[in-house]
């Protein structure tokens, strides 16, 4: 039996955090008197940690066979982190609580994600509606806390992020261990597999669209709000966004039946060229930032459900935990920090239409990289074997 509400139920409220953080956290911090570049800093201290603990937690799960006990100290530890932003902010308290929440929340999904497919064995197809769930949490999270923060202080955010990570909490506690399917070949070893030229090109591709979305996360609610958008506004933004993404999850069975891994890839570096030029440049037109936000459908959801299913054929069972690892500190980790950081120190000094055209090179830049380093006809295979 598939636990398929207990799954969803993570997912939902680990992406239920995920839309009250990225959207409305740098208000926060604005508000307590935060710098562009400190905020920078902090935000990105969630990508700094997801370059080192997903694959020390990857790398532990591996040896020790299982994955349930780490996800569940995760959020605990998670939840302990966050705390602190209740007592103290002072940028050195606020980095260390960063720093601590950060470790250990950027632990868990990795190991969810191999959770899921070791439940999903034989049906991995249906990954997406499982992960869809997690879309649904961020628009709740993200339109919701939009109308709130209009009327309440923007300091009441930090009790509704608590409540959500109790909620990732509990939800790790009822998660079942998955065995461990039976692998059909041979052991092989894990830097032979990184040897392969389509492995490192699809990791490297997505560092830099990681890279691309760096400004979008750290800065796109600020930017909505500069250019005079209600906080109201900048939630259905967001939750537009999501709703393509959820779109893409759902259908993804249909999609990789008619397109490769490879293809899908590729487009979805194509619109983030497109997407994060339109933003920045679109700032004051609606109707272009509402087209832009519906590219997220491919920029992420098509990106990312085709990546996951890329390391899951490719690591196989033996270093399935540590490839999925590898996947998000490339990706999310290193990518995602050097796209927060870069945005942290060109917001003032060369705009926000320029800074989010450095996220439309870096696009381009991981389109390079599939183009030339994964070729068309090599081990294009549509879904995860």
Not at 87 to 104: E, K, P
Not at 203 to 232: I, T
């Amino acid at each position: 039996m598939i636990p398929y509400w207990r799954l969803s139920g993570y997912y939902f409220f680990y992406f239920a955090f995920v839309g009250a953080f990225s959207p409305y956290f740098a208000l926060y911090l604005q508000s307590v008197g935060s710098s562009a570049a400190q905020i920078a800093v902090l935000m990105s201290l969630m990508s700094m940690m997801r370059m080192v603990a997903p694959t020390l937690w990857g790398w532990l799960a591996d040896r020790l066979g299982v994955r349930t006990p780490i996800v569940r100290l995760s959020g605990l530890l998670s939840l302990v982190g966050f705390s602190g932003f209740l007592v103290m902010d002072d940028y050195a308290g606020m980095f260390v609580s960063m720093a601590v929440l950060s470790f250990f929340w950027s632990a868990a999904l990795p190991l969810v994600e191999t959770l899921t497919f070791a439940h999903l064995e034989g049906q991995a197809s249906r990954y997406g509606n499982i992960r869809a769930w997690g879309s649904v949490g961020f628009i709740l999270a993200v339109l919701g806390l939009g109308y709130l923060l209009d009327d309440l202080p923007v300091r009441m955010l930090l009790w509704i992020i608590v409540g959500v990570l109790a909620g990732i909490l509990s939800c790790a506690l009822v998660i079942p261990e998955a065995l461990r399917p039976r692998s059909v070949s041979p052991p092989v070893a894990l830097m032979q597999i990184l040897r392969r030229g389509e492995v490192r090109s699809l990791l490297l591709a997505c560092f830099f669209m990681s890279a691309a979305h760096g400004a979008l996360y750290v800065f796109y609610s600020l930017h909505l709000v500069d250019h005079g958008y209600s906080k109201a506004v900048v939630g259905w933004m967001w939750t537009l966004g999501v709703l393509a993404e959820i779109a893409v999850f759902m259908y993804m069975p249909q999609l990789l039946k008619a397109f490769s891994l490879r293809t899908l890839l590729v487009w979805s570096f194509v619109a983030a060229v497109v997407r994060f030029a339109a933003i920045g440049w679109g700032g004051d037109a609606l109707i272009l930032l509402v087209l832009a936000q519906l590219l997220h459908g491919a920029t992420f959801g098509a990106c990312h459900a085709a990546a996951v299913a890329a390391v899951n054929r490719w690591f196989g069972t033996q270093h399935q935990a540590r490839g999925q690892a590898l996947y998000g500190s490339i990706s999310f980790g290193a990518g995602g920090m050097l796209g927060g950081l870069i945005s942290g120190y060109t917001w003032e000094g060369i705009g926000a239409a320029w800074t989010f055209t450095l996220g439309s090179v870096f696009a381009f830049l991981g389109l390079l990289v599939m183009l030339r380093g994964w070729p068309r006809g090599i081990d294009e295979g549509s879904g995860p074997a």
